[in-house]
């Protein structure tokens, strides 16, 4: 397994990016000083992938931290982990964005790129073998989109042959502080769409009503708490890449098991509820029954035989095994705002944590494929796999996250592409954006680009086993 650099650019992005640190440090067992308090070997195995050891043997993440404004990375450098991160891990502008992509991307951003990348060939330089590189930002700003963009663009371009996934958060109307946002969000779709290999998709809404229903508090629902949800997201679909299992051991090999067209990316993710149940209580050690059965236990109940309690004990581990799935299913638990009914898996993968059975995760993967089988594309066989990491997220003895390249991701683009035709259509503060150097015909390619891929996700979910001269056209591309 090779090194992986993660980026975080943005307010979002570094809010995000520090929490995901938080928990895969608890997870590695790694102090807030960045020495090992762990007590597995596990833990160590692959803490390569996202660490480098130093001389004295601290635990560092391999990061670059960057933002316009330079307030984000001293919020970051006063945090619990600010000790993690040292001075040449950050960069900032002297500004901010003011919520524009063209600022991001053309002025601001440009003025600080150079060094962004700077401190990414550094990191580089001291992998032994670099696989690739994640972002944390969000689409709907000026630094998470537009520098965000423009950061990817220059290192798929110096790193052609390295994976390049994002975790991007979507921009919401329900949920927003900033009437440009669609505007911000095209352009920087657009610039994900040509350069990044892997993109996870949230959004702010889905992120509030999952939380709410979850607490049943708004006052729970904080960025904070927001944070922690993606970054608990993110700590799961990187366990296959930090910890010992079967499946998408690498990024590449997600791509390979999830993006069956080049602009087909997109991945949405659906997380487990068994994190909300309580710590189990250590049953009490009690020697074996040794007597002849049956007996009569001291309230008067017979005792089982072996063979009943190995079918109470199958049936406890099936259940906790279908919990998962269940949850990860339920269009409820989706961190973006969509709905899996309406749309079909092109394919999708399950990464369980903890304390399950294999035997039961095989089993209940097998049912999916049967029973759920009109929700999936029927172009692709055995378009779902489940693997499983014996090592359970942090604080919690058991969990999942659904990954799946769902043609219903285009309800969401189709949302604030929508908006953004509405704004664009009167050429709504195009003064902003044109003041910074932008043409116009940048915001003609990038809704092009929008609708263009609502239209290659549409053919995707009409497409038929027997009809395959459509999908013919998405290679094509």
């Known amino acids: 397994m090779g090194e992986i650099i993660h980026l975080q650019v943005g307010q979002c992005g570094n809010q995000v990016g520090t929490r995901f640190w938080e ?7 790694i102090s807030a000083t960045g020495e090992y308090e762990g007590c597995g070997d596990l833990q160590l195995e692959r803490v390569g992938t996202f660490f480098d050891e130093t001389e004295s043997g601290q635990y560092v993440p391999r990061a670059c931290l960057a933002d316009l404004d330079p307030g984000t990375v001293d919020v970051v450098r006063a945090s619990t982990l600010g000790a993690l991160f040292s001075a040449n891990h950050m960069v900032s502008g002297p500004n901010g964005g003011g919520n ?10 440009a003025e600080i790129i150079d060094s962004v990348v700077d401190t990414v060939r550094h990191r580089a330089e001291a992998c ?8 944390c930002h969000s689409l709907g700003g000026a630094s998470g989109s537009g520098l965000g963009g423009l950061l990817i663009e ?12 994002t975790y991007s958060v979507f921009p919401s109307n329900k949920v927003s502080d900033t009437v440009v946002e669609p505007y911000n969000f095209g352009l920087g779709l657009h610039r994900l769409t040509e350069a990044a290999d892997l993109t996870y998709v949230f959004d702010n809404e889905a992120l509030y009503d999952h939380i709410f229903r979850r607490t049943h508090n708004p006052v729970n629902v904080t960025n904070r708490s927001m944070n922690k949800c993606i970054a608990g997201t993110m700590a799961d679909i990187t366990s296959t890449l930090r910890f010992p299992a079967e499946l998408n051991t690498d990024y590449r090999r997600i791509g390979m098991n999830l993006v069956p067209f080049a602009r087909l990316k997109l991945l949405l993710s659906a997380t487990s509820l068994t994190e909300l149940l309580p710590p189990p209580v250590p049953p009490k050690a009690t020697p ?3 007597l002849p059965i049956p007996l009569e236990g001291d309230a008067g109940a017979p005792l089982k035989a072996e063979s009943e309690l190995s079918l109470d004990q199958d049936k406890v581990d099936y259940e906790a095994v279908n919990t998962v799935f269940t949850d990860v ?9 969509c709905d899996f009914r309406h749309g079909r898996h092109i394919v999708a993968t399950l990464a369980c944590r903890g304390d399950l059975s294999p035997a039961k995760v095989q089993q209940c993967e097998f049912q999916i494929l049967n029973k759920g089988s009109s929700y999936f594309a029927e172009w692709i066989p055995s378009n779902f796999k489940a693997t499983l990491s014996h090592v359970p997220p942090a604080h919690v003895r058991r969990g999942g996250t659904l990954t799946t390249n769902s043609t219903v991701v285009r309800d969401v683009i189709g949302r604030i592409s929508e908006q953004y035709d509405h704004m664009y259509r009167r050429k709504a503060f195009l003064m902003w954006y044109v003041g910074e150097g932008m043409d116009s015909m940048d915001f003609e390619e990038a809704g092009e680009s929008m609708h263009d891929l609502i239209s290659e996700y549409t053919t995707a979910q009409d497409a038929t086993a027997e009809e395959d001269s459509d999908l013919e056209t998405l290679d094509d591309d």
Do not use: V
């Open 154 to 165: 220059r290192l798929k371009d110096d790193y052609p042959e390295q994976i390049m996934t």
């Open 288 to 290: 074996a029954p040794t």
């Open 128 to 135: 032994d073998l670099l696989h690739g590189f994640q972002l």
């Open 23 to 29: 928990t895969i440090t608890a997870e590695h067992g």
């Open 100 to 109: 524009n992509w063209a600022k991001g991307y053309y002025t601001e951003g």
């Open 329 to 337: 299913f339920n269009p409820r638990n989706c961190l973006a705002a």
